[in-house]
């Protein structure tokens, strides 16, 4: 049974970097044709896609939110991180990590429990 556990802080000041951390259990994050996104839900809205990572390595990310976001791995501790930088307080969301695949990179079937960051000075 896969698991994913997101980690970081529940509160960043605006222009801050926000940094979280996906960790992975019960699968690892290079297995083929698996996909590992970040997702967030700011309050009252639907939820939002910030970007993936393949099990290759490659990275995409939402066209709005691009310009300030990184998404890296560590295989050697099976897990993947988020970046947000230049954060504003339009950031504050409750942020997943979720897995998707292998027969669709759109459908997530693993999600994380989800962590409440907020941004305020």
């Known amino acids: 049974q896969v698991q994913l556990q997101e980690s970081g802080p529940g509160l960043v000041k605006p222009s801050q970097t926000l940094s979280l951390a996906c960790a992975v259990s019960?699968?690892?994050?290079?297995?083929?044709?698996?996909?590992w996104s970040w997702i967030r839900q700011p309050p009252g809205k639907g939820l939002e896609w910030i970007g993936v990572?393949?099990?290759?390595?490659?990275?995409y990310y939402s066209p709005s939110l691009k310009s300030r976001t990184s998404i890296s791995r560590d295989t050697s501790k099976n897990q993947f991180t988020l970046q947000l930088s230049s954060v504003t307080p339009e950031d504050t969301a409750v942020y997943y990590c979720?897995?998707?695949?292998?027969?669709?990179?759109?459908?997530?079937?693993?999600w994380g429990q989800g962590t409440q960051v907020t941004v305020s000075s």
């Open positions: 979720a897995r998707a695949g292998p027969a669709s990179i759109t459908r997530y079937a693993y």
């Open positions: 019960g699968g690892s994050i290079t297995t083929d044709y698996y996909y």
């Open positions: 990572i393949t099990f290759g390595g490659s990275t």
